[in-house]
Each structure stands twice: as C-alpha cells, then as structure tokens.
Nanobody, 122 residues
Framework: QVQLVESGGGVVQAGGSLRLSCAAS????????MSWFRQPPGKEREFVAV????????DYADSVKGRFTISRDNAKNAVYLQMNSLKSEDTAVYYC???????????????WGQGTQVTVSS
C-alpha cells in the first residue's frame, strides 16, 4: 500500500516556475515507477511525466518536454516535478501516481494522490 500527498501548487505568472512535490508513505516506494498526470479544467486527465523506480529512465509528454523535469529521492520517499517556462495551458490539477511499470496510461497506476492545483496567469 502506498499513500501519496502532493504539494507545491499555486498561482504563477506565465514564464515562471513551480516545483511540485509528492510525499509517499510505505516501505515499498522505491519499487514503484512514479508518474505525474494533470487534468486541465473541463478536460480529461493526461500524462505529464514518469520516472522509473531507480530514476534511470524518464519519459515526458511532448507538451512539457524541455520545460518540466521529473526526479525522485528514494531515501526521502519523494518524487518531484520541476516546471519551468510555464504557460497558461499548463493550468490544471496535478496528480502523482505510483505503479509497477513505466507507462503513459493512467490505467497502469494503482495509487493516486488527491492532486494540487496549478494556475498559470497570462
């Protein structure tokens, strides 16, 4: 069992930066791939980024590649999403998720946090 709690969301101007954190509980955190998804207002939830259990492999949605960076610290049971050069279209509720495999599909993930709101003002 893994419980996830996101933090770090807020309101930022376009072009600014935010760093999201996801704190995990459970002794098996280091065995899970961790991912970030987001749900823009009125839209479906979409994949943002994923990192393997070791941190050695990452994957990003095309819309955030080169602007967002996912990382993890297994000693702290945490995963992060550094978001730079934010755009208004990045406005969404951001969720972290834990799963066995490195996948882009939300159906591959067994555990989800409650989400944190990110609002980018233009």
């Amino acid at each position: 069992q893994v419980q996830l709690v996101e933090s770090g969301g807020g309101v930022v101007q376009a072009g600014g930066s935010l760093r999201l954190s996801c704190a995990a509980s459970g002794r098996t955190f280091s065995s899970y791939a961790m991912s970030w998804f987001r749900q823009p207002p009125g839209k479906e939830r979409e994949f943002v980024a994923v990192i393997s259990w070791s941190g050695g492999s990452t994957d990003y949605a095309d819309s955030v590649k080169g602007r967002f960076t996912i990382s993890r610290d297994n000693a702290k049971n945490a995963v992060y999403l550094q978001m730079n050069s934010l755009k208004s279209e990045d406005t969404a509720v951001y969720y972290c998720a834990a799963g066995i495999r490195v996948r882009r599909s939300q159906y591959a993930y067994d555990y989800w946090g409650q989400g944190t709101q990110v609002t980018v003002s233009s």
